[in-house]
């Protein structure tokens, strides 16, 4: 597959901005081989679309710039890394404009680079329908990797892309990579059959490769240790990347490696710049407020937080991969094991007796819906021995003396 990842860019035409945003980015240090994704993405060419999704760290565009160097096929590739600032219907369009345009040297003069979205057009489907006429008349099959397309909320812009998918010519193809899918509805392709989802739990390490990680970096893991990386991870790439990190220098490496916690340095600093930052200040107060648990219903949310509408955030977190998911079926959602640590330990720093409360006011709700041992466990921790001593908890005296 040919790119324009190493072909000069004209200074004349792309500023040194633009230049590194329409190259596909040149992974450093070990990477592993995923051959598994590399087959899903090569089936994925029978697609028009294909979506790779999954929280942050997750290997995302990893996967795709390792996949793209070792294609063999004669499909020309562009690349786009989309930012903030691309958050404008004209901006957008002019960068996959330019995108295409670079990645098959296009004249000047040429059909698509003289097209010229403006305020007025960028934002009505006629433009891309204009595009798309384009494209089809291109000589040569594409494959345009739009990466980071989280941070585009300008409305128009998914109903642009939206128009893209369902009217892709024969020679055009386009991977979206994201955090989240930002307004493109896939309902009616996936009965259709007509795009290839790639999600976290296929982008999560295998116990296959973990292994080869850590072989790759040199570290000798007896296995039953590697498998307890790989349940502490839950198979997050970047959490066995901060892993490694976190045994740098210690004693005890393979302790330090296999029993990671959020409370770690590397791990929190990470939650908190690329997930809990990120946040509005309602969400983040909303997740201190219910770490505390280890699954959640929306029910529990509202109990613990005082809100009524924790069902529709609940579900907008899950849907924007705020590293929280389904447990099971619903109603029940989790957080991911070391970003529910890493919020633990910031609430217990920043005010310990909101803490004891969120345990006590859990205790509460679980005794009330039946669960006793989730009531007593939470009465400890809130320091609510009355609670943890109640019969009904199904404990006797002898074992409430010992948590006294």
Partial sequence: MRDAAHRQVDPLTTDALIARKIVVPTQRGVVVARPRLFRLLDDGSRYPLVTVVAPAGWGKTTLLSTWLAERADDSVVAWLSVDQEDDDPVRFWSQVIRTVTHALALPPDHALPTLRPTRATSNDVRFVAEMIDVLAALPEQVCLVIDDVHEITEPSIPAGLTYLVGHTPPNFRLVLSERFLPGIPLGRMRVLDEVLEINAAALGFTDTELTTVLDGAG??????????????????????????????????????????????????????????????????????????????????????????????????????????????????YRYHQLFAETLRSTLRREDPQRMRAQHRTAARWHLEHGDAVAAVRHAVDGGDLATARLPSAGYGCAWCSTVS
């Fill in 219 to 332: 570290h000798s893991v007896e296995p039953e240790d590697t498998a307890r990386l790989l349940q502490r991870t839950e198979g997050w790439p970047a959490g066995v990347r901060l892993a490694q990190l976190a045994m740098s220098g210690t004693v005890g490496a393979t302790a330090a490696l296999t029993d990671l916690t959020g409370e770690e340095s590397v791990v929190a600093e990470y939650f908190g710049t690329e997930v809990f930052d990120r946040q509005d200040p309602a969400t983040r107060e909303f997740l201190l407020h219910t770490c505390v648990t280890d699954a959640l219903t929306a029910d529990l949310a509202d109990a613990l937080t005082g809100r009524n509408d924790s069902e529709q955030l609940l579900e907008t977190m899950a849907r924007t991969n705020t590293f929280i998911g389904i447990q099971g079926r619903r109603p029940w």
